[in-house]
């Protein structure tokens, strides 16, 4: 009788694998309205996307590097920010990533259902 | 801003080039206070805040590769295969000639065994070192600068033919060994009495030392005729072995040893002959004659035994 254990790292690592492509999706997704670094980590943490800060942060300037977010300086508050948006590729990106995402979602249920697609 | 996240937040700059330097420092310092406030607020002393915010952001090294898009690795996988198969095969091809090369050139300079085997060895780990180091490095660049495509598009017709994978003994190899065998020991027999020079007064000369045939030759001769028997066994059993590569082994260095040790001793061949065709020292230790005569028995006979194992172990 074989008894199969995964340790925790395992299963921490399969998940990670498993959200890493849904993060670039929820970046685009949520900077429709503008945000900044620390806000950003907030709202994706209260929505339920588990992201790092060093992780975040350098994909931002990433994003905004091919043109997928716009960026602008807000020097008014207390403290200067770095606001982020979606840019107009960066929407149409988004779509057509969330089109892909909902088919892989269907898919996944009838497998997980018994059926063929 | 406290001492720790100055530290921390010069320690990530300090591998950012200085064009993106400014905005980054800007927008790291923001969100870096924004997280120690937010822990403030939740009760956290300031000390505990910035400890765990600085913690939680990790190695500075790693984030500032993050942010610049470096990669965390020398040769990525794009290239890697390509790197390893040219490393070996140079490293394969050009070390040993070298080892080979400096060894032969050694001995003829008059040269020990000793000092024959370190230079050899020597100099083929300088050059083994340097091949690695330049490869690697001219890898490196094309990692971080070029065209990520491997060099050559892998197509089916890279696939190696099948090689004789099966340790399988042909006919026609022990034919040919058979013949090459009996050959040999015809020689051998005819040297005694055909093989030389007349000298002056009508006795003739050998080539080799008439004082081989007291022990020696009569040796070899009996060894050459085991090996005639040995290539039919191989024949017989169609496949090599474990056993058979070691009884490879024994016949070659059976013959090997000896004939190297009689030439190093200048025993082997006759320095009469020699001195009748009027080649002085043809026949000693450290000529080049000898030295490149031990260096090619040495290197078929290691190559011969060698390919025996290689063989018994495709066979299984």
Known sequence: ?????????QVEAHLKELRRGSVLLAVLLVLRKPGYG???LQRLEETGVEVDANTLYPMLRRLEKQGLLTSEWDTDGARPRKYYTTSDDGVQLAGKLM???LEMTRALEDLNRGESG | MSELIER??????????ETQRTDIEAELRASIEDAVEARIAA???IDTAEKDVVTDLGDPDRLAANYTGRPGYLIGPDLFFDYKRLLTVLLITVVPIVAVVVGVLEAIDGGDVGSVISRAIGLAFTVAVQ????????FAVMERTGEKTPAVEWTVSSLPPLAPTTGEIKLGETVASAVFLVGT???????RNVLGLTADDGALLPVFNPAMWNFWFPFFIVVLAVEIIFEVVKYRKRRWTWSLASVNLVLNAAFAVPVIYLLANEQLLNPAFFAEMGWTGVEAWGGVTVTITVAVIAVIVSWDTIDGFRNAKLAG
């Open chain 1, 1 to 9: 009788m074989f008894i199969v254990t995964y340790d925790d790292a």
């Open chain 2, 43 to 45: 009760g956290e002393s």
């Open chain 2, 8 to 17: 921390y937040v010069g320690a990530t700059l300090r591998s950012i080039p």
């Open chain 2, 185 to 191: 020991i015809t020689a051998l027999t005819l040297s």
């Open chain 1, 38 to 40: 620390y806000g950003l």
């Open chain 1, 99 to 101: 089109s892909s995402w």
């Open chain 2, 131 to 138: 091949i690695g180091f330049w490869v690697t490095l001219v």
